[in-house]
């Protein structure tokens, strides 16, 4: 079998280093074709390539160690696994220290659905629910269940207050819940599985958002589970798939670029510039940067920034790391 690093290595080889008067290849893994790291990926390269940089996008899965030897500068991960990839814990198995955070492309809002008319409003009518049927593990996708941890935690509750059933992947839990084969799953806001399972649900008055708990207390809990995640209340609204009953707080985590700490400095600067400056052309490739808060494009975390990246922010007075 061929050995997929080696490939990998090959692959994205620098063609020339700058200053030479030949573009330095920057390599950035974009994650499998139709993904949400594909998607940023294609736009960031797009705008980059139109801006005087060099970027080549490769689809891979599982690419953080890639990103930790070196063989590819670039590539994507939410926040919660930004900071479990450095220091080894959540759902990685060992630590990765040769990577560094870029900023953030734009939030993720997610949260707990459950067909409406079991009436669970907020996270603490689960109690004492022992019966309710939970996706659980997310055999191909195994920061999900944090974002579920995280969410019981702020009611003082876990999984195993419940009845598990184990899915493999974030689309089947969601098909679980459209099926009735669980009560409850993480579903993204305006998800297209999650508004063909509520379609499903529609005698069931649909799917409705469980509301997170925010006071102090819970978002003490909550980041505990999942690091580097904030609240964001959603009001009730009829045109967006479970909040048509009522509002709640959701879970949103960072969309982060990364980088190998490795990359010249000159070239993380430069990409970050022409992201901080680009808004625009970024939402037109892909809408999700429509979102984004570029004036808060570096918030704590526990990996650490790539000195091209600070120093870009302290050139455009974006506070970093706090």
Same mark, same amino acid.
């Given at each position: 079998m061929l050995d997929f690093r080696t490939i990998a290595a090959a692959g994205f080889a620098t063609l020339a280093i700058a200053g030479t008067g030949h573009a330095q290849v920057i390599s950035m893994a974009t994650g499998a074709q139709g993904s949400l790291a594909y998607n940023a990926g294609q736009a960031v390269a797009v705008v980059a390539n139109e801006n005087g940089l060099t970027v080549r996008t490769q689809p891979l899965v599982g690419y953080m160690p890639l990103l930790n030897s070196g063989e590819v500068d670039f590539g994507y991960v939410n926040g919660a696994?930004?900071?479990?990839?450095?220091?080894?814990? @959540?759902?990685?198995?060992r630590a990765h220290p040769d990577v560094r955070l870029v900023g953030v492309m734009f939030p993720l809002t997610t949260g707990v659905m459950a067909p409406c008319d079991l009436g669970l409003q907020t996270v603490d009518d689960m109690a004492g629910r022992s019966d309710l049927r939970i996706a659980s593990e997310y055999t191909s996708s195994t920061i999900i269940p944090f974002y579920i941890e995280g969410v019981l935690a702020t009611g003082g509750m876990s999984y195993?207050?419940?009845?598990?059933?184990?899915?493999?992947?974030?689309?089947?839990g969601i098909n679980?819940?459209?099926?009735?084969?669980?009560?409850v799953a993480l579903v993204s806001?305006?998800?297209?599985?999650?508004?063909?399972?509520?379609?499903?649900?529609?005698?069931? @008055?649909?799917?409705?958002?469980?509301? !997170?708990?925010?006071?102090?207390?819970?978002?003490a809990a909550y980041t505990a589970v999942l690091p580097s995640g904030t609240i964001r209340a959603m009001p009730q609204n009829?045109?967006?798939?479970g909040l048509q009953s009522w509002g709640a707080n959701l879970v949103a985590v960072p969309w982060m670029l990364l980088a190998n700490a490795g990359v010249d400095e000159q070239v993380v600067h430069d990409l970050t510039r022409v992201i901080h400056q680009n808004q625009e052309a970024l939402t037109a490739?892909?809408?999700?940067?429509?979102?984004?808060?570029?004036?808060? !494009?570096?918030?704590?975390?526990?990996m650490p920034y790539h000195p091209g990246a600070i120093r870009y922010y302290e050139e455009a007075g974006i506070p970093a790391g706090e």
């Open positions: 696994e930004a900071a479990f990839a450095y220091t080894g814990t @959540g759902n990685f198995d195993d207050d419940f009845t598990q059933v184990p899915v493999s992947s974030f689309v089947d679980a819940l459209g099926d009735g084969l669980v009560d806001l305006n998800a297209g599985a999650g508004q063909q399972a509520a379609v499903q649900l529609q005698d069931r @008055g649909g799917l409705c958002y469980i509301s !997170m708990n925010d006071g102090e207390e819970a978002f009829e045109s967006i798939n490739s892909f809408g999700a940067f429509g979102n984004a808060d570029f004036s808060a !494009m570096a918030p704590a975390n526990a």
